[in-house]
């Protein structure tokens, strides 16, 4: 898959990608992470992207034409169609459902807002999906993207060198992920459940959707609610 990313601060995103299981799914060639800077586009002699805001007011906004260019380029730099999302405030939710269906795609491209924003304008056409990560401000779109890079680029095949790792991620199945334990047995905080030490695979699976749906219950409800519940793991929470 790959995954261009248009953004003021490029060494950011590339270092945020580099690290990990995205830097490692790119050294697999199974993620490709390409930058764009719009001031590499910007045309007059002060390398502008920004101007003040019509009807008055703080801040400043990014402007059209720097941002149409780097658009350009970008989206001849590959065969591949590109889905564009714009990371802003005033977005859509990122869900795990929504980051399983941008894994899907063959090529995304992740559009990072500073300042005000972007002119809505370039918005209406360029854009097709705007997704925030959360109901608070940053001050720019590429922390944002560095969290779409992570959750998408982690899902590619072959990225997680375990692939079970992803379908037991919290969120996959809508509830949260059960507690884990490693080495050791016992220590002075606790020792780990003996259902975990018991080699019972159906005991163990049985124990871990019970952690699961009693703490989606207790720290998520919503979760729940929009999951519904079936009748094996009602019973399960009412043992
Ligand atoms: N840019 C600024 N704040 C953001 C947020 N919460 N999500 C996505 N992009 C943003």
Partial sequence: MRIDVVSLFPDFVRQCAAVGVVGRAQQRELLQVETWNPRDYA???HRSVDSGVYGGGPGM???IEPLRTTLAAMR?????????????????????????????LPRIALLCGR???VDERLLAHEVDEELSIGDYVLSGGELAAAVVIDAVGRLQDGALNDALSAQQDSFSDGLLDCPHYAKPVHD????????LLSGDHAAIARWRLK???GRTWLRR?????QRGLDAA???LLEE
């Fill in 233 to 235: 793991s009602r019973a």
């Fill in 188 to 195: 002075a905080l606790g020792s780990v459940p003996e259902v």
């Fill in 221 to 225: 409800p919503d979760l729940l609610s």
């Fill in 61 to 63: 906004v990014m402007m």
């Fill in 115 to 117: 300042y005000e924003g």
């Fill in 211 to 213: 952690q699961s749906l």
């Fill in 76 to 104: 001849t730099a590959a065969p591949e169609p590109v889905h564009l999302v714009y990371l802003s405030p005033q977005g859509a939710r990122l869900t795990q459902g929504r980051v399983e269906a941008l894994a899907r």
């Fill in 43 to 45: 045309t007059d002699r």
